[in-house]
């Protein structure tokens, strides 16, 4: 019963730092911050930046309207 709980014991904690050897760990290099050393084979995104004011459909929807009403 021991042998049992004490092999569950072991293969416990050399799960645990199997899975937290296979993480990627941030690494500070020349004030970068790099996610991990697989970080130059990662696609790089663009976003464009977008409309500063977050409703701006709304508001052009709105005015639209007004206009329509004020004809």
């Known amino acids: 019963m021991k042998a049992v709980r004490f092999a569950r014991v ?3 904690g050399v ?3 199997g ?3 296979s993480v990627g760990c941030q690494v500070d290099i ?3 911050t790099l996610p991990s050393p ?3 084979q990662d696609d790089a995104q663009f976003f464009a930046p977008g409309h500063d004011f977050k ?3 709304e508001e052009a929807a709105l005015a639209e ?3 329509q009403a004020g004809r």
């Open 38 to 40: 697989r970080y130059l």
């Open 15 to 17: 799960s645990m730092v």
């Open 55 to 57: 409703f701006a459909n």
């Open 30 to 32: 020349a004030g970068m």
């Open 65 to 67: 309207g007004q206009a």
């Open 19 to 21: 899975a937290i050897g």
């Open 10 to 12: 072991i293969f416990l």
